[in-house]
Nanobody, 116 residues
Framework: QVQLVESGGGLVQPGGSLTLSCATS????????MNWYRQTPGKERELVAT????????NYVDSVKGRFTISRDNAKATTYLQMNSLKPEDTAVYYC?????????WGQGTQVTVSA
């Protein structure tokens, strides 16, 4: 059974930092790319960052380039999203995701709120 469990969200002031974690199980983590998405009410889920299975390729949506860093620890089957210089427009529910055996798997999400 594939499981993805996000943690690390919370309330932070503009300019602050948070690190999200996504602990996984039930699939060969080392063999699959991992993604972070975010969603705000009334909007479609947005792909924020992707990391390849071999950790040598990362991609980011333009709005977070230079501020967010995606990483993975294959030994712990965990992926991370380090978020710096946070802005109010980064407020969203953040989800980790993988595409395994022709299925999209999602965590339950973690709320990030950037507000003074």
């Amino acid at each position: 059974q594939v499981q993805l469990v996000e943690s690390g969200g919370g309330l932070v002031q503009p300019g602050g930092s948070l690190t999200l974690s996504c602990a996984t199980s039930g699939f060969p983590f080392i063999s699959y790319a991992m993604n972070w998405y975010r969603q705000t009410p009334g909007k479609e889920r947005e792909l924020v960052a992707t990391i390849s299975l071999s950790d040598d390729m990362t991609n980011y949506v333009d709005s977070v380039k230079g501020r967010f860093t995606i990483s993975r620890d294959n030994a712990k089957a965990t992926t991370y999203l380090q978020m710096n210089s946070l802005k109010p427009e980064d407020t969203a529910v953040y989800y980790c995701n993988t595409y395994y055996y022709a299925n999209n798997y999602w965590g339950q999400g973690t709320q990030v709120t950037v507000s003074a």
